[in-house]
């Protein structure tokens, strides 16, 4: 089975920083084209964040988190990062890791739709 298992969150103050990890295993990294961070917060829909295509360099942000969150990955841990600084407010919501097996285009990669597997979700709650 597919496990996507995101790092525990947490609690911190305006302008702190939090590093999300994303562990994933039963799949085979090298079939995985593209692995997403999206968040939801209470009483609104779920949001991508930012996407890596894997084993590229190919990295999107959305406008809300650009220059303040990055997205990394390390292939011999089959896990993906975000490390997400400067935290705003708005930044609280559930995080949730995603994997896509199928060769996402760039116009798609912040679309549910185009990932098939889903982390638990990582409450992160900025103050």
């Known amino acids: 089975d597919v496990q996507l298992v995101e790092s525990e969150g947490g609690s911190v103050q305006a302008g702190g920083s939090l590093r999300l990890s994303c562990a994933a295993s039963g799949l085979t990294y090298r079939s995985t084209y593209c692995m997403g961070w999206f968040r939801q917060a209470p009483g609104t829909e779920r949001e991508g964040v930012a996407a890596?295509?894997?084993?590229?360099?190919?990295?999107y942000y959305a406008d809300s988190v650009k220059g303040r969150f990055t997205i990394s990955q390390d292939k011999s841990k089959n896990t993906v990062y975000l490390q997400t600084d400067s935290l705003k407010p708005e930044d609280t919501a559930m995080y949730y890791c995603?994997?896509?097996?199928?060769?996402?285009?760039?116009?798609?990669?912040?679309?549910?739709?185009?990932?098939?597997?889903w982390g638990r979700g990582t409450q992160v709650t900025v103050s």
């Open positions: 995603a994997a896509a097996s199928a060769l996402v285009p760039p116009r798609l990669v912040f679309s549910e739709t185009a990932y098939n597997d």
């Open positions: 890596i295509l894997i084993g590229g360099t190919n990295r």
